[in-house]
């Protein structure tokens, strides 16, 4: 049993640096929000659908709190500073137009 807490102890451990801190990841200047999502975003936030990247509570569903919410990063997200002007812009703008609310 002491070894089935410490396996889970590190396990979860593992997840939370995997997806946690900050990012140096700097899209290319042309990177669609889609590419963008693809290749910051996908590793800790699993598309639900072809159609629904995200869900998305109400009070981050626009575009000025998700810009904040991912270049700021939370206590599991990582901050993804780098992601700046329109390239932020386009990313807030694929996140939204392909999220639900809940």
Not at 8 to 34: H, I, M, N, Q
Not at 59 to 75: E, H, L, R, T, Y
Request: aromatic residues 6%.
């Amino acid at each position: 049993m002491r070894k089935l807490n410490i396996a889970l102890t590190l396990s979860a451990l593992f997840v939370l640096t995997a997806c946690g801190g900050s990012k140096d990841y700097s899209p290319p200047a042309d990177a669609s929000g889609e590419q963008i999502f693809s290749t910051a975003c996908t590793e800790c936030h699993k598309p639900l659908s072809a159609n629904v990247a995200m869900i998305l509570s109400e009070k981050v569903a626009n575009k000025d709190a998700i810009i904040k919410k991912f270049q700021g990063g939370s206590m599991r997200m990582p901050a993804f500073k780098n992601i700046q002007g329109e390239s932020a812009d386009r990313l807030a703008e694929y996140i939204l137009a392909n999220s639900e609310v809940k």
